[in-house]
């Protein structure tokens, strides 16, 4: 974890691939109780701190977490990320390269709770939801393809099920698709840029993480 903004009302962190953002069934540390406990040493506060979760990351992906210190900046947040006005974008590493270099994914997701996955559909099914994202290749090297991606709505593993979807599953994501698992367990997607209005002070807030620390992601880094 990498704290990369703070005021008094939010903090924004780098949450490394394999760490969850809220508490589940494997009983792990979750990020909110990490940065709970960094607020609580960094200021002295005796009891317990305030951190609310504002929007989710699933486990293997890397990047940006918006977290709130403040109840009112929880609600506000929250309503933003519903509403669709907090601008999140997304880095993905895939071995085949779309057909076209940029273009919009619309599609109708389903999503099965037991199987912890989604799938997607051409046209609306019985329980799916739409689900919409712009997409634009950034580079190419010898064996991969960098695309940015632009979520348009918010759907259960959205970006994984929809490039998957395309002809082209992320690399290290075997529950779409991908070939073979990443070493260390982690998709090669990332949270990367996120742009909004503050929920209290009402200033632009543009925020960039920095890539993974690994060979394939800083092959990509001086194109970024």
Same mark, same amino acid.
């Given at each position: 974890?990498?704290?990369?903004?703070?005021?008094?009302?939010?903090?924004?962190? =780098? &949450?490394?691939?394999?760490?969850? $953002?809220?508490?589940?069934?494997?009983? @792990?540390? +979750?990020? /909110?109780?990490? *940065?709970?406990?960094?607020?609580?040493?960094?200021? =002295? &506060?005796?009891?317990?701190?305030? $951190?609310?979760?504002?929007?989710?990351? @699933?486990? +293997?992906? /890397?990047?940006? *977490?918006?977290?709130?210190?403040?109840?009112?900046?929880?609600?506000?947040?929250?309503?933003?990320?519903?509403?669709?006005?907090?601008?999140?974008?997304?880095?993905?590493?895939?071995?085949?390269?779309?057909?076209?270099?940029?273009?919009?994914?619309?599609?109708?997701?389903?999503?099965?709770?037991?199987?912890?996955?989604?799938?997607?559909?051409?046209?609306?099914?019985?329980?799916?939801?739409?689900?919409?994202?712009?997409?634009?290749?950034?580079?190419?090297?010898?064996?991969?393809?960098?695309?940015?991606?632009?979520?348009?709505?918010?759907?259960?593993?959205?970006?994984?099920?929809?490039?998957?979807?395309?002809?082209?599953?992320?690399?290290?994501?075997?529950?779409?698709?991908?070939?073979?698992?990443?070493?260390?367990?982690?998709?090669?997607?990332?949270?990367?840029?996120?742009?909004?209005?503050?929920?209290?002070?009402?200033?632009?807030?543009?925020?960039?993480?920095?890539?993974?620390?690994?060979?394939?992601?800083?092959?990509?880094?001086?194109?970024?």
């Amino acid at each position: 974890m990498t704290v990369l903004y703070e005021d008094n009302h939010i903090i924004v962190v =780098s &949450k490394e691939a394999g760490e969850i $953002v809220q508490g589940d069934k494997t009983g @792990d540390t +979750p990020l /909110s109780e990490k *940065v709970a406990q960094y607020l609580k040493e960094k200021y =002295s &506060k005796p009891g317990n701190v305030f $951190v609310g979760v504002t929007h989710r990351l @699933d486990r +293997p992906v /890397s990047g940006i *977490v918006i977290l709130a210190k403040t109840s009112k900046a929880l609600s506000r947040m929250n309503d933003m990320f519903r509403l669709g006005t907090v601008d999140k974008r997304y880095l993905a590493i895939v071995r085949n390269r779309p057909a076209k270099d940029e273009g919009q994914l619309e599609n109708w997701l389903v999503r099965n709770e037991k199987q912890n996955r989604s799938f997607a559909y051409d046209h609306e099914v019985p329980g799916s939801k739409k689900a919409i994202l712009k997409y634009r290749l950034l580079t190419s090297s010898v064996n991969y393809h960098l695309l940015e991606i632009e979520l348009m709505t918010g759907r259960h593993h959205q970006i994984r099920c929809q490039l998957a979807k395309m002809g082209c599953p992320i690399k290290g994501d075997l529950k779409y698709g991908a070939e073979r698992s990443n070493p260390d367990g982690s998709i090669s997607l990332h949270a990367w840029h996120v742009t909004f209005e503050h929920p209290v002070s009402h200033q632009t807030i543009d925020i960039h993480a920095p890539l993974p620390n690994d060979s394939l992601w800083r092959a990509f880094d001086s194109v970024l």
